[in-house]
Nanobody, 124 residues
């Protein structure tokens, strides 16, 4: 079982920056694909960024160039740095993880583990 705990959310003005952190329990962290999702009010939950164990990453078009996902395998942690924030970035952000044995091609949806979510609010 893997537990994910997010931290770092809050209220920020448009154009500002915010960093999110997620710490994972359990073993084999470096083998897990990790991701950040978000659930904006009134919209569907969406994948924001994804990072594999070796550090290769992918981003939603809506955040590309403004967000950076990173990980520290020694600390079982994954991070999301968000810059040039927009009001439409307001959402509950979730840390997510797949099983350490998941086939890489399957790690684009339906994570096996979720954090509790953390609110990010961007004001105009």
């Amino acid at each position: 079982q893997v537990q994910l705990v997010e931290s770092g959310g809050g209220l920020v003005q448009a154009g500002g920056s915010l960093g999110l952190s997620c710490t994972a329990s359990g073993s084999n962290f470096r083998r897990r694909v990790m991701a950040w999702y978000r659930h904006p009010p009134g919209k569907e939950r969406e994948l924001v960024a994804r990072i594999v164990g070796a550090g290769n990453s992918n981003y939603a078009d809506s955040v590309k160039g403004r967000c950076t996902i990173s990980r520290d395998n020694a600390k079982n942690a994954v991070y999301l740095q968000m810059n040039a924030l927009k009001v439409e970035d307001t959402a509950v952000y979730y840390c997510a993880a797949w099983s350490s044995t998941a086939i890489l091609s399957s790690t684009w949806s339906n994570p096996d583990y979720w954090g509790q979510g953390i609110q990010v609010t961007v004001s105009s």
